[in-house]
């Protein structure tokens, strides 16, 4: 339903296939010629050589931040607050031991004062008439299984029992683009010319 300004654009693009390649890498070599630098931001994990190829340099220029949209959809995702509120619920009531669904709903359902996080939020996804349907709670992780959220992630025990078994995994980010400060830094439209002139 949406409408754009220009609805052709991909087929512009692709006409003009040449022009545009060239006037991306020319960006990219500007930026480079420029030292690199490197604008703080929310860094993106396994997207390490696209921001420093794609986003730096737009950046650099002045150009409003492409994954600014990305981080706005996922701060309105309701599952994505639900998953981390469980994930560390759960990391903090079972730490990395791996445990059952049903071990988890047990220890929720359990009157004390350190699982009132976890009993809140198994409610949330799973509750019906007052009880926790272990079956839907099962199916939610697994629908979320390796999704990271705040460094945390849900993962399956490969020990051998006759039901799943989770654990929460501790995931290491990935740093951004680093600088390079023994380089000479240069003006945005010094460096866009003279890489344009192929120096």
């Given amino acids: 339903m949406r409408v754009f300004q220009r609805p052709d654009l991909v087929r512009e693009v692709l006409r003009e296939r040449g022009k545009y390649v060239s006037a991306a890498l020319t960006l990219i070599r500007a930026w480079i010629t420029a030292g690199r630098s490197n604008t703080d931001g929310k860094s993106l994990a396994s997207y390490g050589d696209w921001s420093d190829l794609c986003r730096q340099p737009l950046l650099w220029l002045g150009c409003a931040d492409p994954t600014d949209s990305i981080f706005e959809a996922m701060s309105e995702d309701p599952d994505r607050e639900t998953l981390e509120h469980l994930l560390h619920a759960w990391y903090s009531v079972f730490g990395k031991a791996p445990t059952m669904v049903r071990d988890a709903v047990k220890q929720a ?65 990935v740093s951004s683009v680093n600088s390079s400060p023994n380089q000479k830094t240069v003006t945005t439209a010094n460096a866009y010319a003279r890489a344009s002139r192929g120096e």
């Fill in 109 to 173: 359902s359990s009157c004390l004062d350190d699982h009132v996080e976890l009993r809140e939020v198994i409610h949330d996804i799973a509750d019906e008439r007052g009880d926790i349907n272990r079956r839907k709670l099962g199916r939610w992780i697994k629908r979320h299984e390796g999704r990271i959220v705040d460094g945390l992630k849900f993962i399956r025990d490969s020990g051998k029992r006759s039901a799943e078994a989770w654990k929460v995994e501790s995931v290491s980010s």
